[in-house]
């Protein structure tokens, strides 16, 4: 790709209007120092310097499509606590409508709280609660996604296995979403495969693509016969398998594309293939090629894994991603 029609492109993307349907996380981040063992058990002591909070899980797609100059709103379910009002800031300070965000009475708001000293997570404590939505909050949530499809150009569907993505949830939305003719992308969970039909494309990694597809995936033959099999069983337009140090596969059609990795250094994969969904979705809805909306989406990845904690692309920081692959090639 020209350096010239990736700016086209990326240009383009403030015009894309993208809802993003799925489970809430707040990503906190607690750095610091160890430099002793504690004397109680055979783990280091932290000590804590300062304090982060990062939007997490299908938050963390928004904040990603709002990142590269997206229209990005959210629909979910958070708690009642504090924790919400600390996300949804977060969220609002970066652009994001949370118009479509609600709060379940005796739901907690999901949180991640990871630990990290000299650039190394020492541990990961997880809040949450993943009981199914109440069938009161389904229909709420139905609601709001119906209101809001007029209005966008594609919609994500984020199932991190948190209980908000439920069979209900997911045949409400892509029923909703195929009545308007809009684009639905989904980051799938292993678990709910057979809900999936009809969506325009899925991004699975590795595991949930072999998974979905009933097979073992050892060897990179098996990897495109799950991606063929899951074209067929979901009736989606593309399927797009990451492959971690890999990169990725993309399968449209009778066609598969591999598309190398560009990451020169992984510090931290959290949250890469929200960067993927949200980008290659944004470009979807920016009507660009799928084979191209992949082929940027992995460069967005490759930005976010050089970086610690859940991060996010920007636009400038794709163009010279790009322009360095470029060098390298020539």
């Not at 399968?251 to 929200?274: L, N, Y």
């Amino acid at each position: 790709m020209t350096a010239k029609r990736l700016k086209d492109i990326l240009a383009r993307f403030r015009e894309a209007r993208v809802l993003v349907v799925g489970d809430l996380v707040l990503d906190e981040f607690i750095w610091g120092k160890a430099e002793r063992i504690s004397p109680e058990a055979p783990v280091p002591v932290v000590w804590a310097q300062t304090q982060s909070y990062m939007p997490g899980g299908a938050s963390n797609v928004a904040n990603n499509i709002a990142s590269l100059g997206g229209q990005a709103s959210l629909c979910g379910v958070v708690g009642e606590d504090s924790y919400a009002d600390v996300l949804l800031g977060r969220l609002r300070d970066r652009g994001v409508d949370t118009d479509g965000v609600l709060a379940e009475a005796g739901r907690p708001t999901t949180v991640k709280t990871r630990i990290i000293a000299a650039h190394q997570q020492v541990v990961r404590v997880d809040r949450e609660e993943t009981h199914p939505l109440t069938d009161a909050s389904v229909r709420r949530l139905l609601e709001v996604v119906r209101r809001k499809m007029p209005d966008v150009d594609a919609v994500v569907v984020e199932d991190y296995g948190k209980g908000v993505v439920t069979p209900a949830v997911l045949k409400g939305v892509i029923a909703a979403a195929r009545r308007r003719d809009k684009i639905v992308t989904v980051d799938p969970k292993i678990e709910h495969f057979k809900y999936y039909k009809g969506v325009t494309a899925m991004t699975p990694n590795e595991k949930e693509a072999a998974a979905g597809a009933g097979i073992k995936v050892t060897t990179d033959a098996d990897v495109e016969e799950a991606g063929r099999r899951l074209l067929a069983r979901s009736g989606a337009r593309g399927i797009l398998i990451t492959l971690g140090e890999k990169g990725m596969k993309l399968f449209k059609g009778s066609r598969v594309t591999h598309i190398p990795t560009v990451a020169q250094e992984v510090f931290d994969v959290s949250g890469a293939g929200d960067t993927v969904i949200a980008v290659f979705t944004l470009a979807l809805a920016s009507k660009v090629r799928m084979e191209d909306a992949a082929e940027i989406a992995n460069v967005a990845a490759g930005i976010v894994v050089g970086k610690i904690g859940v991060a996010v692309a920007t636009p400038q920081e794709v163009i010279r991603m790009a322009h360095r692959i470029r060098e390298r090639l020539s």
